[in-house]
């Protein structure tokens, strides 16, 4: 894919979890490794988005983002993001979002030039941490940091952007606490 690449945010506190949920097994990999992996497949540059470096998987450190400052913050993540990047799009995932097909990630790639922000829907959620983000929203990033306003769903509200829906709720399962793991491990077996 050209002038788009992709980014797994691990940079999250892992409080419901209560240890911190990128380093877990899932399979014979740890989360992040398999989010990594998996996008490795599709994009030409995938990178990791945290506070600090603990994957010891990655050879190339260059394809670390650290966050600008210690406050957990999907906004600051992003501009970040932004920050580092040379792609003018970005696919963003989060770690903790490990079902996600490759069909899925490829529609959303597909929609992307149609608004500024294309995130997944399904019946239940609209998945704000799943999509592809423009550059071009740089400027509402740092103006939404500027009155530290910190939700993604007020980015992408006051941006030009559109809701791809997807039929299969459960690629979007999300790994937030001991109980949520313990039937992601169920569902890795199957695949």
């Known amino acids: 894919m050209e002038d788009i690449c992709a980014v797994v945010l691990a ?14 097994k899932l399979t014979d ?8 992996l998996k996008l490795s497949k599709i994009f030409k540059n995938v990178y990791i988005s945290a506070k ?20 957990y913050s999907p906004m600051i993540a992003l501009n970040s993001i932004f920050k580092h990047i040379k792609e003018n799009k970005v696919f963003i ?23 500024e922000i294309v995130v997944a829907k399904d019946d239940f959620n609209r998945h704000n941490l799943c999509g592809v983000f423009h550059k071009s929203i740089s400027s509402k ?4 940091l500027d009155n530290d306003i910190h939700k993604i769903n007020y980015l992408i509200n ?15 399962f999300n790994i937030n606490t001991p109980d949520d793991f313990d039937v992601a491990l169920k569902l890795s077996e199957k695949i």
Do not use: W
């Open 11 to 24: 940079g999250g506190k892992s409080s419901r979890m209560k240890r911190d949920k990128t380093l877990l």
């Open 29 to 36: 990999k740890s989360l992040i490794e398999y989010q990594y």
């Open 52 to 71: 600090n470096d603990k994957f010891n998987f990655l050879e190339d450190k260059s394809f670390l983002i650290f966050d600008e400052n210690e406050t």
């Open 93 to 115: 995932i989060t770690v903790d979002m490990p079902f996600i097909e490759n069909k899925t990630v490829l529609k959303l790639l597909d929609a992307s030039n149609q608004s």
């Open 141 to 144: 990033v740092q103006e939404c």
């Open 158 to 172: 006051h941006c030009d952007y559109k809701e791809l829906f997807f039929e299969n709720s459960k690629e979007f």
